[in-house]
């Protein structure tokens, strides 16, 4: 059974790795390393190139979204521009921790602190993810790993969980940008 499901998920994810974007600037011996793991893990392989896209423009965002609205919030109800920056920080080094089965990084934040500490420890969160993702392979993906709420949850299942969230914060990132008359990472015209 576990089989299966492993087969199912790569078969939906290898489509996604084959299908990365060319040309993106990353470190040539992480670059090596995850094309020889593209063979023998195509669930790892997928999580990294997915995660790789995502960096890129969240932290895109972040940095253009200008100092003085990181306090912005479109509605009472909704989270500040610096929280949503330190939500997906949180997220990234918690799922990634989980992922290694090690400590993550623990720096104290506040979504007040400054853009350019929140960015700096966004990009960190990032770094630290790619560094574990680098290691990980599909060996593991039903080992039960630390989630959310004191619960446990699959290594890919975390691994899914880590991609589904970097889309959902980029989107939200996105979204603020726009509602501030900001044109988002993805939405830019490419360069030659």
Do not use: W
Request: aromatic share 6%; hydrophobic share 40%; net charge neutral.
């Amino acid at each position: 059974m576990k089989r299966i499901m492993f087969g199912f998920l790569a078969a939906l994810l290898l489509p996604l790795a084959a299908g990365a974007e060319q040309g993106s600037p990353s470190s040539a011996p992480q670059a090596k390393q995850a094309a020889a793991q593209a063979d023998t893990s195509p669930v790892s392989s997928a999580v990294r190139s997915i995660l790789e896209r995502r960096v890129k423009v969240t932290i895109g965002a972040a940095e253009a979204m200008p100092a003085d609205k990181y306090s912005y919030r479109p509605t009472p109800d909704q989270m500040t521009f610096g929280h949503l920056v330190l939500h997906t920080l949180d997220t990234n080094n918690f799922l990634c921790s989980s992922i290694a089965g090690t400590a993550g990084p623990s720096e104290k934040l506040a979504d007040t602190d400054s853009k350019e500490k929140l960015v700096a420890a966004l990009k960190g969160s990032f770094d630290y993810c790619t560094q574990v993702l680098a290691k990980t392979d599909d060996v593991n993906l039903a080992e039960q790993v630390p989630f959310f709420g004191g619960g446990k949850i699959s290594r890919v299942g975390a691994m899914i969980v880590l991609t589904d969230a970097a889309f959902d914060h980029y989107s939200m990132a996105a979204m603020y940008l726009r509602l501030n008359g900001l044109v988002p990472p993805s939405a830019q015209p490419k360069k030659d």
